[in-house]
């Protein structure tokens, strides 16, 4: 998460290397972070590129309510996501 966080800093050198990084995480270093994104922490930086080039790289390590949640806010624009899921319950 932290890296997800920093990725979105205006930090010139920090968030360059920690986008760079995100793209080359194993895999079992991205499945303990995923338990960690919720339908607010996407409302709030789903429509970042970097984000998005995370989701799509590593999506195929989701299950059930996350990997909805991954193919919702591919599929659906800021609006009908926030519809769906605002309140957030998580």
Known sequence: MALLNQSLSSSFTGASAARTSLMQLPEYMVQAALPKINSEY???NGNKKYIKQFIAKYEHLTLGKLKSLFEDLKSLGHK??????YP???
Do not use: Q
């Open 80 to 85: 009908d996501f926030s519809r769906k899921y």
């Open 88 to 90: 957030f319950k998580e």
């Open 42 to 44: 996407l409302w709030r």
